[in-house]
């Protein structure tokens, strides 16, 4: 199952949702391997990005006409993890450079959500490790419990 939204709309629909039984479904509602993977970057301490974000000009495409979506792409974000054991040894610059194709080719939305996912700065009221794995019913998901 991949997703048929943007990940910046899912979380506006967690942001939207009035209590968290409506919070808690809206995760449930979208729970498929990549965005779990989305969570997993933006919010596991032990994943630690080591890039350098590039000035990049967003793309200003209608939302679903862009060239590629934060779905496609998770699966290939482990180039910009520290220690990830598929990383290969990749000049900072070139591995920057690479990040910047991915994020002009991303819908602005997504594009900054990447970007926020990266400096481990997701800031949606009630979206908390806690929340994550209750909706999942996974304890083990994001690190260890805190």
Partial sequence: MSAEKLYSEILEDFEAAPDKPAKLKV??????????EFLEAAFNPDVVFDVEIPNYKPDNSPAGLNMTYLDMEMN?????????????????????????IILVSLHKDEAE??????KKDIKVPF????????AYNDKNMLGKAK
């Fill in 27 to 36: 995760l449930r509602e979208h729970d498929h391997k990549m965005f779990r």
């Fill in 127 to 134: 979206l908390t490790p806690k929340m994550i794995r209750e």
């Fill in 76 to 100: 290939k974000l482990y180039r910009f993890v520290k220690n990830h054991p598929k990383r290969t040894n990749v000049e900072p610059k070139k591995l920057s450079r690479l990040l910047e």
């Fill in 113 to 118: 959500l990447l970007v926020k996912c990266i």
